[in-house]
């Protein structure tokens, strides 16, 4: 396994891990456990790298041409967080679903908390937005080890940006 660690400014040292080309894991800037850099990363590290930092500066991307299969054979979700993954790769910039919505989208409408534990064992923060699933009272909820406030810095970075 190679990792590429990246700056991202105010928000903190990120790192992408790759086996062989396929991307496995994102690690957000700003978590702790971004550790150093391991190897040669594939080519396509330091451009999805720039991409990423460009994200969080306000340049809007929807990374759906970022294969994410190799990060969930290596994540070992279930058919339902793979499928739960799918449709949250689908989700709009700026928009928000709840758990129970992102359930229903991914074809069991009575699996809320099983969507909200495929987010929690999520490894492609950003490429996969994760973010933008809030509860359905509509409070943002948690979100990882970053806590709320970085889900909604995220969430006010794309609802300034509009499309």
């Known amino acids: ?39 040669t990363p594939p080519a396509a590290a330091s451009k999805l790298a720039a991409r990423l930092v460009a ?38 910039w700026g928009e928000t679903v709840s758990y129970a919505e992102l359930a229903l989208l991914a074809g069991r409408p009575r699996a809320a908390r099983a969507a909200g534990t495929a987010c929690g064992r999520g490894v492609l923060s ?9 509860r359905s009272d509509g409070l943002i909820g948690e979100y990882g080890s970053l806590g709320h406030e970085r889900k909604h810095a995220l969430l006010e970075l794309e609802a300034t940006r509009a499309l």
């Open 126 to 134: 950003l490429v996969v937005p994760y973010h933008r699933v809030i």
């Open 55 to 92: 994200y969080l500066d306000g340049a809007i991307d929807d990374f759906l041409d970022v294969d994410c299969e190799g990060a969930i054979r290596w994540a070992g979700l279930t058919p339902f967080e793979s499928e739960v993954v799918r449709q949250l790769r689908l989700i709009p």
């Open 1 to 39: 396994m190679t990792t590429l660690v990246y700056d991202a400014g105010k928000w903190g040292s990120g790192l992408l891990r790759y086996d062989g080309d396929e991307l496995i894991e994102h690690i957000e800037p700003g978590e702790a456990r971004v550790g150093a850099p391991q190897g």
